[in-house]
């Protein structure tokens, strides 16, 4: 996701969830996209102030998502529904894989609950 403006949007007017180490921040748009969510992946660099530590939580965390969206997009495409997502980790020291994958896969059934409830 590379748009400021839907970006802003997100931070603003998301709702939020939080399964430690992870923080997702979603919002439902109307904006088209070609899949039905965009994603973006965020390693604050006050608590890891080396590159590489950041590159590496955030390749685990984009490899957990792409491994386990399928169900999800499912859900969203019956939905006709289009999400923007941003996951935030939280933690305070590196996390192993595992950890990570299953704080997402929680947070994509949480909202896949949450947009059930809405309709």
Not at 94 to 101: A, F, L, R, V
Request: proline fraction near 3%.
């Amino acid at each position: 996701m590379c748009s400021k403006k839907n970006i802003d949007l997100l931070f603003q007017k998301g709702h939020s969830a939080i399964s430690f180490p992870l923080k997702v921040i979603y919002l439902e748009t109307d904006v088209e996209y070609v899949n039905p969510c965009q994603a973006m992946f965020v390693v604050p660099k006050r608590t890891f102030k080396r590159a590489h530590d950041r590159n590496k939580l955030k390749r685990r965390m984009r490899e957990a998502y792409r491994l386990n969206k399928a169900f999800f997009y499912e859900a969203v495409k019956v939905k006709n529904k289009k999400i923007i997502l941003s996951f935030l980790f939280i933690g305070k020291k590196s996390e192993d894989y595992k950890q990570i994958e299953a704080s997402i896969i929680n947070h994509l059934k949480r909202i896949e609950l949450a947009l059930n409830k809405a309709n």
